[in-house]
T-cell receptor
């Protein structure tokens, strides 16, 4: 069974601060996705990374895929209250089935 | 375009009763997924279909759970009989070719 561990599990910071959350596995992903989930809604895809070492930017969010394709990070610059939510990474291991991580619950305090 | 539609949004039932959750995927999507989300176990894949055919049901917890996809625009997840430990939010997601999955709003199930 492939497991994806996310850290930290909970994070609460002040508006304007920077933060990084992590997603780690002992297995190699064929691709990795990051989702954000808000209360009462389903997860929404933010980004997909495929190539080892790949970096993608989405406004204030920067996603990095590890060189060995076993880990990933999400960095948020100048966090805003609208960034509050549950951040989930999800790994694909060769087929269309995704394995989701344990999640990081982020709270941005105004 | 409408996204993935799930019904009901909330369901409260008593232990032993049958529960049926419904999902309408996005038109044109080939794959459909059923997930269960709890605080303790996170988001778990229960089963997924490709072109209406079940491909992987290894996540279905017990024989009490069953899922069908009679056509490309409808799927059901049934629990019979339901138990309190089945209480969770159940999500349906659909996907075109590739890995991008589009989730519905979920059904919050409470079994008393």
């Amino acid at each position: 069974t492939q497991l994806l561990e996310q850290s930290p599990q909970f994070l609460s910071i002040q508006e304007g601060e920077n933060l990084t959350v992590y997603c780690n596995s002992s297995s190699v992903f064929s691709s990795l996705q990051w989702y954000r989930q808000e209360p009462g809604e389903g997860p929404v895809l933010l980004v997909t990374v495929v190539t080892g070492g790949e970096v993608k930017k989405l406004k204030r969010l920067t996603f990095q895929f590890g060189d060995a394709r076993k880990d990933s990070s999400l960095h948020i610059t100048a966090a805003q209250p609208g960034d509050t939510g549950l951040y989930l990474c999800a790994g694909a291991f060769g087929n269309e089935k995704l394995t989701f991580g344990t999640g990081t619950r982020l709270t941005i305090i105004p | 375009d409408a996204g993935v539609i799930q019904s009901p949004r909330h369901e409260v039932t008593e232990m032993g009763q049958e529960v049926t959750l419904r999902c309408k995927p996005i038109s044109g999507h080939n794959s459909l997924f059923w997930y269960r989300q709890t605080m303790m176990r996170g988001l778990e894949l229960l089963i997924y279909f490709n072109n209406n055919v079940p491909i992987d049901d290894s996540g279905m917890p017990e024989d009490r759970f069953s899922a069908k996809m009679p056509n490309a625009s409808f799927s059901t997840l049934k629990i019979q009989p339901s138990e309190p430990r089945d209480s969770a939010v159940y999500f349906c997601a659909s996907s075109p070719i590739g890995h991008t999955q589009y989730f519905g709003p979920g059904t919050r199930l409470t079994v008393l």
